[in-house]
């Protein structure tokens, strides 16, 4: 007979890895216990998206159900355990809510519509509007490939209003992290933030409100969650929304582009510990719902500021080859300020002991 300690129970943020480590099988999870056997799973390696530290996973799935996720065993990230916050947040991409066609405000109301009008009058709509007419709120929660072409997507619209939503709540100190984004580090990265995450959030809430921002672009956050009642998002002449959930806020949305969780998609992101970690496709999406990179991709493609990207691994090249140039530049600039100092340390007779 298994039973806990007298008086005590086991209840915590970590019972299930209990599971884990049981060597009879006695101990079984009541989320997963007699919904699948085992063996009929299909195991992808991937990491958790749950909070800042990306605990390395294994999601098991079946003809595009996620059934369960368990940790994967990396010394440098998580060990061989995780929480049960991050093992059992994956419901949602189940969701009654889920967004499963893109749509288009006409004649006030949303309708259906396929990917090319879609991206086409998205990139309309903005092409409407002067770079500082236009913000772009971003996600901690998106890969490092999709932030790069959201990067690429401001800078090709002139774009200086853009952010992403920080995520703070009590970690644990042993796994959970206070950061619940699990990409921010990629994000400062590749974004070029010299501030703190959410630092221009308050002021393009501001810009909305007073009518100075006209088109706003939300990718994977709800607007209303930033302070904008859903009646000033209603008198926004563009509000494009990419998310995976159907809210109030979406409803109001001049196009709707409904896009992947984190088990349906490919990427790469930066932990707390600065660890370039990857995500792997475990399913594939509901309905007509498609890659985030694809739909930013094709909407860069649409304003007129991208070239040809096959893949995410495409994507990923051009940001290691930003990268290099960096730190060749870096460099460079080092040798030369060295060069400087050793020629006026000469002109002046200092001698290096």
């Known amino acids: 007979m298994l039973t806990a300690h007298s008086g005590k129970r086991l209840e915590n943020n970590y019972s299930l890895n209990t599971v884990d480590i049981c060597p009879v099988g006695a101990l079984t999870s009541t989320d997963f216990r007699f919904k699948m056997r085992v063996w009929f799973l299909k195991e992808t390696k991937s990491i958790c998206t749950s909070c800042a530290t990306g605990c390395n996973t294994i999601i098991g799935t079946r003809e595009d159900v996620i059934y369960r996720q368990t940790p994967r065993e990396n010394d440098h990230v998580n060990s061989c355990w995780m929480c049960d916050y991050g093992r059992l947040n994956f419901k949602f991409l189940e969701a009654e809510n889920r967004l499963l066609e893109p749509q288009i405000r006409s004649d006030g109301k949303l309708i259906a519509a396929d990917w090319p009008a879609a991206i086409s009058e998205a990139s309309l709509q903005l092409k409407q509007f002067t770079g500082n007419e236009i913000a772009i709120v971003a996600s901690g929660r998106m890969t490092n490939e999709e932030l790069w072409l959201t990067s690429q997507l401001a800078k090709s619209l002139g774009v ?3 952010d992403i939503v920080p995520r703070r709540e009590p970690g644990d100190d042993i796994l959970l992290s206070e950061d619940r984004n699990p990409n921010t580090n990629g994000a ?12 221009k959030l308050m002021a393009i809430a501001e810009a909305v409100k007073s009518g100075e921002i006209k088109a706003l672009v939300m990718l994977k956050e709800n607007a209303m969650h930033l302070g904008m009642p859903v009646e000033q998002l209603a008198q926004l002449p563009v509000f494009i929304v990419m998310n995976i ?4 806020a979406t409803q109001k949305a001049t196009v709707v582009l409904p896009a992947c969780g984190f088990a349906e998609k490919r ?5 707390g510990k600065g660890r370039l970690q990857r995500l792997n496709r475990a399913a594939r999406p509901p309905g007509n719902a498609r890659d985030d990179w694809e739909i930013l991709r094709d909407l860069l493609q649409a304003v007129g500021g991208g070239d040809s990207l096959s893949s995410s691994d ?11 140039a960096q730190a060749v530049a ?10 400087k100092v050793h020629e006026a340390r000469k002109a002046l007779g200092v001698r290096r002991d």
């Open 314 to 324: 495409d994507v990923f090249r051009r940001i290691s080859e930003k990268a290099i």
């Open 245 to 248: 959930l159907a809210h109030e």
């Open 188 to 199: 400062r990265l590749i974004l070029g933030s010299t501030s703190e995450p959410g630092a």
């Open 330 to 339: 870096i460099q460079a600039r080092r040798r030369a300020v060295g060069r």
């Open 267 to 271: 990427g790469s992101m930066i932990n």
């Open 160 to 162: 200086q209003w853009i």
